[in-house]
């Protein structure tokens, strides 16, 4: 069971390249999301999708798109890299159909903009 | 506990003793609260959890405690050890409402010899 996996785990980018940060999960999760750290920081939510087809704004969406097609997949869009997007991205996944469900967690795409 | 610009708060805890890393939630909306441990270089991993219904829950060496008059989740570690070395975070979500996971700032958590 692998559980959510993200790829790549290291990209470099320069200012203006767009690229797609790839998610899956195989638990059949309806809710999927993605969060950026800063260095020293905490995990601030992007976007997140609750279901196939229906995505919503995080704390800081600007900068990002998503998509959420399939149950599986959860691609986050960089349309334009800037500096500022240098961050580590982790993708996470949850069974909203379970009383007690917590978010399960990818290792995460270390992403460098210079 | 509140970050401080870049800087995450510490608790420096010696070997043996217990941790009690503690969280401020925003929403009293907030129906379910999960606390997470990272370790340097990889994701979040669940500690535990608790539903507003509770104000306690217990697992193995940790106890998580809800507040909600006064917002406040806290998590006690006993006998701390090394590899208790990490940043924890405290998650809250209104199941309820949106599914909307917001993420308190986070505590590094520091074990002395």
């Known amino acids: 069971n692998a559980g959510v996996t993200q790829t790549p785990k290291f990209q470099v980018l320069k200012t203006g390249q767009s690229m797609t940060l790839q998610c899956a999960q195989d638990?059949?999760?309806?809710?999927m999301s993605w969060y950026r750290q800063d260095p020293g920081m905490g995990l601030r939510l992007i976007h997140y999708s609750v279901g196939a087809g229906i995505t919503d704004q995080g704390e800081v969406p600007n900068g990002y798109n998503v998509s959420r097609s399939t149950t599986e997949d959860f691609p986050l869009r960089l349309l334009s890299a800037a500096p500022s997007q240098t961050s580590v991205y982790f993708c996470a996944s949850r069974d909203r159909g379970s009383y007690n469900s917590p978010l399960h967690f990818g290792n995460g795409t270390r992403l460098t903009v210079t | 506990g509140e970050s401080v610009g870049l800087h995450l708060p510490t608790l420096s805890v010696q070997e043996g003793d217990n941790s009690i890393i503690n969280c401020a939630y925003s929403?009293?909306?907030?129906?379910?609260f999960i606390w997470y441990k990272q370790e340097s270089g990889k994701g979040p991993q669940f500690i535990i959890d608790?539903?507003?219904?509770?104000d306690k829950r217990q697992g193995q060496r940790v106890t998580v405690l809800l507040n909600k008059t006064v917002k406040h989740l806290s998590l006690q570690i006993a006998a701390t050890q090394p590899g208790d070395s990490a940043v924890y975070f405290c998650a809250e979500i209104r199941t309820n409402r949106d599914d909307k996971i917001i993420f308190g700032k986070g505590t590094r958590l520091h074990i002395l010899p």
């Open positions: 929403n009293s909306a907030s129906d379910y």
């Open positions: 638990m059949n999760h309806e809710y």
């Open positions: 608790i539903r507003s219904n509770m």
